[in-house]
C-alpha cells in the first residue's frame, strides 16, 4: 500500500474532532427482502511487498486521495458540513486510498482476454529439489512461470464457490486479479434476518464498535488512512440512514460506542488518552465531550438510565493499567477515575457488563509480583466506586466476555491451562464470584477466540470464532444458544463463510433480535454486518 503522510505528534495535540465529511442519505428500497453481503477481492502476486490472505480487497478506482465533500455525481444530498471545534486548531481531511499490488505479468498482456503465463525471477529461498536443503546465499535467482489468475471474461475455472465463499457471481478486476464484490460471504440459516457488506468511507478499518438503541443500529469503526473515526446508522433492515466521517482525527487508536439519552456517544482512545464525542440522534455533533487521561484502548458499557461506564487501558510498568470512570449522556466525566487493575495484559480483549445493580469489567491480568495470569473480574457502583479485582476461573485464562441474561451474569472465556484447550462459559454473581454452572462450548481446533455473549431471557447467546491459531481473528463465525443449565438450545450456525478472517466482531442485543459485527480481513478491508434471531 502506498505510504501515506500521518499526522505528527504536535498536530495530533491540536487536532479537533469535527464531523468533516457530510451526511449521506441512503434512499431504502425494498428492505423486506433478505439482502447477503459480498466482499471485494484480489489475488495478490508474490512480489506484492504485503502480507495479506490470497484473496483481498482492492478498490477499484484506487484514489490517492478522496475529499471529504461528498461529489454532486453521487446521486445524494449533500447537508451542512457540522463541524464542532475543541481546543481550537483545525481538521484534517481523511484520506484514503492505496496502491494496488504489482501484476504477474506486464500490464501490455493484461487486458487481451487471454490468461498468460509470465516468467517471474526472485532470489532463491527455501528448500531445494524435492524437498532437500536450502540452497546457499549465493544461489543466484530461481525463475517459474506464473499465470494470471485472470483477464477479461477468461475465470480460469474459477468461481466464488471454488473461492471458500457461499455463492455468488466472480468477475475479473481490470488488474487481472479475481474481484470477489459478486461473492457473498454471508452464510444463510433460518436465524439470519440481514446481512450485508457496509458500504462505508476510509479503507483498512482498524478498530469496530456497534451499539443498539433498539430502534436503529450504530456503527463506528477507525480507518487505517489518518486513523480517522467514523459513525454510521442502520435501520433494523440493515439500510444505511446516515454517514459522518472524519469525527475523530490524529491517531485514533481504538473506539466504543454507546446508545444513550439524546443520541450516542462514542469514546474514541488515543496516546493522548480518551476522547468522548457525544453525537446526537441522527449522529449529528452535539457538544464537546472530554478528553479523559484514561488510555488508548477503550470500552463503553451501557445502562438502563444514566451515563455508561468508560472503561481504558493505559500503558503502565510491566502491564496495562485498566481505569474506569462514570461519565454523563454528553461524555462529561461523572465519577472520579479509578483503577481496577495495574498488570492488564492483552488489552483490547476484555469487557465490560452493566449487571443490574453495577457493572463488572473483566480482563486478562495478574495477581500482584509473582501472580499468574487469568480472567479478572472487577466491580464497579453506579456511583463509580470500584472493588478489589477477583479471580473467578483460575489461572491460564483469557478473553473474557461478559454479558447479562435474566437472573444470571455469564462469562465467556478461554482456557489454556487444561489437557484440552477451549472455550467455556461460567456463571457469575454480580460480584464477580463464580458461581455453578460452567458449560464447555468447544476445543481447538474448533473454537478458541473471544466469545462475545448476550443475555436472551435466561439463555446465553454466544458468537464464536473458529480457531486460526491468530489472536482475535476467526476463519469463520457462529452463533450459538444456551440455556442456564448448559444445554444447546440453538445449535452453532454460520454468519460467514468465505476464504478470509473476521476480526474484532462484536454482537450486541436490537430489541428482540442481536446483531453481529465484523472486519474482514484483506486489503484495504471491510466491515460486515448480520442481523440474527435468537
Not at 454480580?430 to 476445543?443: A, F, K
Request: with cysteine; aromatic share 4%.
Amino acid at each position: 500500500m502506498a505510504s501515506l503522510r500521518r499526522p505528527s505528534l504536535l498536530l495530533a495535540l491540536t487536532a479537533v474532532i469535527s464531523a468533516c465529511a457530510a451526511e449521506v442519505v441512503s434512499v431504502p428500497g425494498d428492505s423486506s427482502a433478505p439482502r447477503d453481503a459480498s466482499e471485494v477481492g484480489q489475488d495478490v502476486p508474490k512480489d506484492a511487498g504485503v502480507d495479506v490472505p490470497p484473496v483481498m480487497d482492492v478498490p477499484l478506482d484506487r484514489p490517492d486521495v478522496v475529499a471529504v465533500d461528498v461529489p454532486a455525481d453521487r446521486g445524494v444530498d449533500v447537508a451542512p458540513v457540522d463541524v464542532a471545534p475543541i481546543d481550537g486548531g483545525t481538521s484534517l481531511a481523511c484520506l484514503t486510498g492505496g496502491t494496488p499490488p504489482s501484476q504477474t505479468c506486464a500490464r501490455a498482456l493484461c487486458g487481451n482476454g487471454r490468461i498468460d503465463s509470465c516468467q517471474r525471477c526472485m532470489p532463491c529461498f527455501g528448500g531445494g529439489p524435492g524437498g532437500g536443503p536450502p540452497p546457499p546465499r549465493d544461489a543466484g535467482v530461481c525463475c517459474t512461470d506464473e499465470p494470471e489468475a485472470c483477464d477479461g471474461d477468461a475465470l480460469g475455472g474459477a468461481t466464488c464457490e471454488s473461492l471458500g465463499y457461499a455463492g455468488g457471481t466472480l468477475r475479473c478486476g481490470d488488474w487481472c486479479g479475481r474481484d470477489t464484490r459478486g461473492c457473498n460471504a454471508c452464510a444463510i440459516s433460518a436465524h439470519t434476518r440481514e446481512c450485508i457488506r457496509a458500504e462505508l468511507a476510509g479503507v483498512a478499518p482498524t478498530a469496530l464498535a456497534v451499539a443498539s438503541n433498539g430502534a436503529e443500529i450504530g456503527v463506528a469503526w477507525v480507518s487505517d488512512d489518518g486513523h480517522a473515526v467514523h459513525f454510521a446508522r442502520y435501520s433494523p433492515a440493515l439500510v444505511k440512514l446516515s454517514e459522518r466521517n472524519c469525527l475523530g482525527v490524529g491517531d485514533a487508536r481504538g473506539v466504543a460506542l454507546a446508545a444513550v439519552e439524546g443520541g450516542w456517544l462514542l469514546a474514541v482512545g488515543s496516546e493522548l488518552g480518551t476522547r468522548t464525542v457525544p453525537l446526537g440522534p441522527d449522529g449529528s455533533n452535539r457538544g464537546a465531550g472530554a478528553l479523559l487521561p484514561l488510555g488508548a484502548m477503550p470500552m463503553l458499557a451501557e445502562r438502563p438510565s444514566g451515563g455508561p461506564l468508560l472503561v481504558a487501558t493505559r500503558d503502565g510498568d510491566g502491564g496495562g493499567v485498566v481505569l474506569s470512570a462514570v461519565v454523563n449522556p454528553d461524555g462529561t466525566q461523572a465519577s472520579a477515575a479509578q483503577e481496577l487493575i495495574t498488570d492488564e495484559v492483552e488489552a483490547g480483549y476484555g469487557s465490560a457488563a452493566w449487571v443490574g445493580d453495577g457493572w463488572l469489567v473483566a480482563t486478562r491480568g495478574g495477581r500482584g509480583a509473582g501472580g499468574d495470569l487469568g480472567v479478572l473480574v472487577a466491580r464497579v457502583e453506579p456511583d463509580g466506586r470500584a472493588g478489589a479485582p477477583v479471580q473467578p476461573v483460575g489461572a491460564q485464562t483469557e478473553y473474557p466476555q461478559l454479558g447479562l441474561a435474566e437472573g444470571a451474569v455469564w462469562l465467556t472465556y478461554a482456557s489454556f491451562g487444561v489437557a484440552s484447550p477451549g472455550i467455556a462459559r461460567a456463571r457469575l454473581d454480580t460480584r464477580g464470584r463464580p458461581m455453578p454452572g460452567s458449560v464447555d462450548l468447544g476445543h481447538i481446533p474448533s473454537y478458541f477466540n473471544p466469545s462475545p455473549v448476550v443475555g436472551v431471557g435466561t439463555d446465553s447467546l454466544i458468537l464464536l470464532g473458529t480457531y486460526t491459531g491468530s489472536t482475535g481473528h476467526g476463519r469463520r463465525l457462529e452463533v450459538s444458544r444456551i440455556d442456564a443449565a448448559g444445554r444447546t438450545v440453538v445449535d452453532p450456525y454460520a454468519i460467514t463463510t468465505g476464504p478470509e478472517f473476521a476480526r474484532a466482531y462484536r454482537l450486541v442485543r436490537h430489541g428482540r433480535d442481536a446483531v453481529v459485527g465484523w472486519i474482514g480481513s484483506g486489503f484495504p478491508g471491510r466491515v460486515g454486518l448480520a442481523v440474527v434471531s435468537p
